[in-house]
């Protein structure tokens, strides 16, 4: 079956740096996302990555290693506002999104 | 208007009525979309729409029927639901259903059946 896994919750401290894991089983790839979700929002786009290596977008950066089927989103210089639900979805070889169940992640001052 | 607007934003109902989510895309796209999203839970693709045709069907029980009259607008009719409905339905669009460009999404309406 087609699996995603990321962590269900993590906490930072506001100004600090976050690393979100997001480890995929699928069948085929075409390529990686991340969304935010604030609490009672839609889900907004974030990255979209198909290539491996590291892409970055201003605080915000994502990685993909397809080889090891892992993707991580890294949270740089944190703000209360950052606090949010983090999805991972995989366009699998349909180009079907399959997804995973978001990290909840908790910012304190 | 812009992007993915739905309504109601929140509904209650009994699970004797009927009732009926409406989206909207300003977005000129041509792919729609119903997803279920419970607490914890990844997001449950529901029926998907290309060009006005229904291309995917995720086994949704009958009580849950959708419609689509044109590329932008899709609804979700609802009827004789059970309290294991209660969630947040979301409506997205895409440029094709190849999605190489992402969904977007609209803000959800948060159903609750008693």
């Known amino acids: 079956g087609q699996n995603i896994d990321q962590p269900t919750e993590m906490t930072a401290t506001e100004g600090a740096i976050v690393q979100i894991n997001c480890t995929y089983q699928t069948s085929g790839f075409n390529g990686l996302f991340w969304y935010q979700q604030h609490a009672g929002e839609a889900p907004t786009f974030l990255s979209y990555?198909?290539l491996d290596g590291l892409e970055e977008k201003g605080r915000f950066s994502s990685f993909l290693s397809r080889s090891k089927g892992y993707s991580y989103l890294l949270l740089k210089e944190l703000q209360m506002k950052d606090s949010a639900s983090y999805l991972c979805?995989?366009?699998?070889?349909?180009?079907?999104?399959?997804w995973g169940a978001g990290t909840k992640l908790i910012i304190k001052p | 208007e812009t992007g993915v607007t739905q309504t109601p934003r929140h509904l209650v109902m009994g699970m004797t009525n009927k009732k009926s989510l409406k989206c909207e895309q300003h977005l000129g796209h041509n792919a729609m979309y119903w997803y279920k999203q419970s607490a914890k839970k990844p997001l449950e693709l529901m029926f998907v729409?290309?060009?006005?045709?229904?291309?995917e069907n995720n086994s949704v029980p009958s009580r849950f029927s959708p419609e689509c009259p044109n590329s932008s607008h899709l609804f979700l009719h609802l009827h004789t639901l059970q309290p294991e409905d209660s969630a947040l339905y979301l409506c997205?669009?895409?440029?094709?259903?190849?999605?190489?460009?992402?969904?977007?999404f609209g803000p959800g309406t948060r159903l609750t059946v008693l």
């Open positions: 729409y290309n060009f006005k045709e229904q291309t």
């Open positions: 979805a995989v366009l699998d070889s349909n180009y079907q999104l399959i």
């Open positions: 997205a669009s895409s440029q094709g259903t190849e999605n190489t460009d992402g969904q977007y």
């Open positions: 990555n198909v």
